[in-house]
Each structure stands twice: as C-alpha cells, then as structure tokens.
C-alpha cells in the first residue's frame, strides 16, 4: 500500500509550472514515503522475543518439560534428551524469553522450530542433491543405511525439473523432482518397507525441514497442537482453495499444487 501512496505522488511533480514552490516541498514527501522499506523491516521485529519480559521464576523449565514430554509422547524423541532439549530452547532466536513468548501464544510454532534445528534439518528453496545427502546418510547410518545417487538429469530447468536414480541396498528408484519435498518423497518410498520416514515439518519460510523418525505415530501426529508435520496422514485442518485437496491446520502451503496460503 505505501508503494502505491508513493507511485501517486511521482504524476503531481509533472506540475511544476503552476507553483514553483511545490516540487520543493514534493521532495520532503518522498522521504516520508520512505517509512515503507521500514515496515519490511518491521516484519523481522516481529518476534516477540527482543521486546518480550523475562519469563517468570520457574516458567521456563515449565514449558520445556511440558513440551518435550509432548515430543516423547508424539515418538519424535525419548525421555532421556530433556537435559539437550532445554539447551536447544536456551538457543532459540532471542533465547527463553523468546521461546516463552512464543509457546504462550503459539506452542506449535515454537516447538516446531526447535524440533526442526535440534534433530532436523533444513534444505532451502534451491539446493544441489549432494547437500541433501550429506544430510540424509548421517540419520539413516543409525540404522545400517546408506542412500546412493546416480544419474541425475536434468529434464527442465525453467520448472527446476530433475530425475535421479536413487539406490539403497538392492532397491533402485527413478525420481523426478523439483523440490527437497519431491525428493524425500521419492525416498520415503524406498524407505516404507522398514517402517522409516522423513517427515517434513512446517518452518513457514520459504526453506524445507525434515525429521527421521522410526514407524511415525500418525494417529498422534495429525493433532498439530505441538508440532506441524506436513504429509497426506495430517492433512486433517480444511481444504486447499486452489485445487481443494486436503490440507493441515496452521500449514503454509499446499503439498498438491504448491499454493501459499495466508
């Protein structure tokens, strides 16, 4: 909207010869239509950490045992890690009094986000096979695997478009992709008779997270209250406007058609 404020302006500095004191005093009003690169910086403030008040005696540690009993209970972790857990909180993005603020108003994007950093990882928009990989062999070498990759083609650059032959153990699989979604995809079909699965979780950015988890707990997983996971099973929250397939509570975009909601 200030752009538009300010694209209104620039058609009345074509009047100069009517009041030579105008154009003086137009040039005061571009700068304060400057405001409005100021507003995109403002959505990085947005966080309620820098501004929010110290947690109260006790409320962190609180949160942090109520929420990663909720990871123990969704299967995503075992009791054992609260101790790292909690140094995880301590790192999120303006420390605890940010991931207080956070989980008070929003637990599921608090949780999320630390799960996603803690015991997952992240793959941006554009990315090279090579780096998935680096990724997706360390969490499979717990359970004896190894995925290998070969003939990766390109099929059309314009759509980001590639196919690559995706090898475990004697399973070969043809997957065409253009995203890191597509390509996990493809390896969770390979992966489906061991009862293993790379979960996507949702970071609302641009970027892609995924999570490791052993025989996932569906029936638990599509409650979003704690975690957001994207997949077919969670797709229990509405519908897509664009193409009307199935959708989960507080996702971003559409896993059918790639629309961006919100």
């Not at 820098?50 to 540690?61: L, R």
């Not at 941006?124 to 360390?138: D, R, S, Y």
């Not at 979780?201 to 638990?220: I, M, N, S």
Request: aromatic share 8%.
């Amino acid at each position: 909207m200030p752009l538009r404020f300010w694209k209104k302006d620039k058609p009345e500095k074509g009047k100069p010869e009517k009041e030579t004191a105008e154009p003086r005093e137009k040039p005061k009003e571009p700068p304060a239509a400057k405001p409005a690169p100021t507003e995109k910086a403002a959505k990085p403030a947005e966080k309620p950490a820098a501004p929010a008040a110290p947690p109260k005696p006790g409320e962190v540690e609180v949160f942090v045992t109520e929420a990663h009993a909720g990871l123990v209970d969704l299967g995503l972790t075992v009791a054992p890690t609260k101790a790292v857990f909690a140094k995880r909180v301590a790192a999120y993005p303006g420390g605890d009094a940010a991931f207080v603020a956070e989980y008070r108003s929003a637990p599921y994007k608090a949780v999320t986000r630390v799960l996603a950093d803690w015991l997952g990882f992240r793959v941006p928009e554009t990315f090279e096979l090579g780096a998935i990989l680096k990724h997706v062999n360390p969490r499979l070498s717990s359970f004896k695997l190894a995925l290998a990759a070969k003939d990766l083609t390109w099929l059309d650059q314009e759509l980001n478009l590639r196919k690559v032959k995706l090898i475990l153990g004697d399973q070969e699989k043809v997957v065409r992709f253009k995203d890191a979604r597509d390509l996990l995809k493809g390896v969770n079909e390979i992966l489906a008779s061991r009862k293993l699965a790379f979960v996507e979780l949702e970071t609302w950015a641009d970027d892609f997270a995924f999570l490791l988890v052993r025989d996932p707990r569906w029936d638990k997983l599509k409650n979003p209250e704690l975690v957001v996971v994207k997949a077919d099973q969670t797709a229990t929250g509405g519908e897509c406007g664009e193409c009307g397939a199935p959708v989960g509570k507080y996702w971003s975009d559409c896993l059918k058609c790639g629309a961006v909601f919100g």
